[in-house]
């Protein structure tokens, strides 16, 4: 289970204008190591398992931002890596 991070994280987010964030980012949110969420990428049950919407584009891993910032915030089923 991961630790949630800060309040003062989630709002940079939600006022940021980017559209995608990295595995860096969402982890400083959740709690994570960043690797943690790219691991899970690479089979369809680790995709079934973050929760959030995860765009792969060849090696590198994108969040929508907006997505993620409504599954955090228990709009999308929120919850944490397992």
């Not at 006022?15 to 990428?41: H, K, M, W, Y």
């Amino acid at each position: 289970m991961c630790k949630r991070g800060t309040t003062a994280q989630l709002e940079e987010l939600e006022n940021s204008e980017e559209l995608f964030l990295t595995p860096d980012q969402v982890a400083a949110v959740i709690g994570c190591d960043p690797q943690s969420i790219r691991g899970a990428c690479e089979t369809v049950e680790g995709f079934q398992r973050i929760g959030f919407p995860v765009t792969r584009l060849g090696a590198r891993t994108y969040i929508p931002r907006m997505a993620f910032i409504r599954w955090v915030k228990g709009e999308l089923g929120g919850g944490a890596i397992a």
